[in-house]
Structure formats: C-alpha cells, structure tokens
C-alpha cells in the first residue's frame, strides 16, 4: 500500500510564476490536509479537502493561495504569482473515512521562489 | 483540542530507551494523546497513539497516566535514525480537523 505521494519534490520558480503542488492520498483516503512549513518555524495548516468539497481553509492565505480535491486526480496547491516568502516546505497528508483521526503524510514538495 | 507541553530538547545515548514526556493537564474524556515525529526535512511520521490504556506498536511505547494528564513516549533502543523532532499532540476521538504542531520536544541520540 503506497504511502501518500507529492510531486514535485522540489520545485524553483521565479517571482511572479505559478506553483503547482500535487498530493495523492494513500488508497482508501478521502480527506486531504495541506500544511506548510516555513524555514526553521513549525508547521502550519492550510486547508483541509475531501472529494470535490474544501471542509476548512482557515490556513490559507486570503490571495494568490488555492486548493482543490477533484472527483479524480490528485489533490493540487495552487499558489499563483509566487513571491519570496512563498519558498517553504508544503506536505500534504490524508486520512481515511474510518480513521479520520490519523493524518499520514507524504515527503513534501520544497518550493524554492527566486 | 487540549493543550500540551514538552522539553524542548532531549539527548539520549544510542541502544538507550528514550522517554519523552509530555504534559497535557486539560485533557478532556474523548481527547486521544497523538505522537508524531518529524526528522530534518522530512514529512511527519505517525508514531503513536491511545485513550487511556498503554499501547505498544513496531515503533514505540505509549504510557498514559491514570489520570490522564500526562503521557511517556517510549523508543526502547534508540537509533541515531531516531533523532527528530517528536510532537505530542491531543484531539478527540473521531476528529478529522487538522493537527496543530507545538514546538516538540527535539531529541538528539548520540553515538
């Protein structure tokens, strides 16, 4: 049973471009969480999906932030027009139905904005 | 969910059992203690966790107070690989809310 996946695991952009960070959840798992780790700070939550529906985006930045969890596909982050402050850790973790309680998490995707 | 409290760093000779306490005085009944780890760089791991009875898996030792307000993680022969940051967290049962990382208690196994 494949543990949760995120792509890329590292990813440079430029000021200004678009990040995009997929997660996909471990097989069973409908519940999808994004958090984001700062350099040398804790991590942070963001947004909380299942299927189709966003459940609580308290975390989530007001601008340029966006997520989704689609019918199909991974889950994707969005974060247009990067800006330095955006070069973090983002992990995605995800939890079954039956276990909502228990998040497990993927790698983590490093984004480093130039 | 409860709020907890831990050293913020911990050593501990390698082949050694390592304990880590954790403080959580305003548990509440249906709040379950959580441990994670995370080390340098990478994603949480899912330790550990229990209600009231002690638990014991692959990876570690969970004691729980009787009174519930304190909790001992327990990594019975440490590793230099167990060297992370290792996060007690409480939430209550059934909930699918995001988890709220303290600050941990970073431990540090030494050859």
């Known amino acids: 049973n494949a543990g949760v996946m995120q792509n890329p695991r590292h990813l440079v952009r430029r000021r200004g471009q678009e990040a995009r960070l997929r997660c996909s959840p471990m097989k069973g798992h409908s519940h999808v969480y994004w958090y984001r780790q700062l350099p040398e700070e804790g991590l942070k939550f963001m947004v909380y999906?299942?299927?189709?529906?966003?459940?609580?985006e308290s975390g989530m930045p007001k601008e340029r932030f966006s997520a989704e969890f689609p019918k199909e596909g991974p889950s994707i982050l969005r974060i247009q027009q990067v800006v330095r402050g955006d070069s973090a850790a983002y992990f995605c973790?995800?939890?079954?139905?039956?276990?909502?309680?228990?998040?497990?998490f993927g790698p983590g995707t490093r984004l480093l904005v130039l | 969910d409860a709020k907890t409290t831990q050293p913020t760093s911990m050593d501990c000779a390698e082949g050694r059992a390592a304990n880590l306490p954790c403080n959580h005085s305003t548990i509440s009944g249906n709040e379950y203690v959580y441990w994670y780890r995370q080390i340098h760089s990478q994603g949480p791991q899912y330790i550990i966790h229990?209600?009231?009875n002690n638990e014991t898996n692959e990876m570690a030792s969970l004691i729980i107070t009787e009174d519930r307000k304190s909790s001992t993680l327990i990594l019975p022969h440490a590793t230099l690989r167990d060297t992370a940051v290792y996060y007690c967290i409480v939430r209550v049962s059934g909930s699918a809310r995001q988890l709220t990382f303290g600050s941990g208690t970073q431990l540090t196994v030494l050859p």
């Open positions: 999906l299942q299927k189709e529906n966003i459940i609580d």
């Open positions: 229990g209600l009231k």
């Open positions: 973790a995800s939890s079954s139905p039956t276990s909502r309680e228990t998040q497990y």
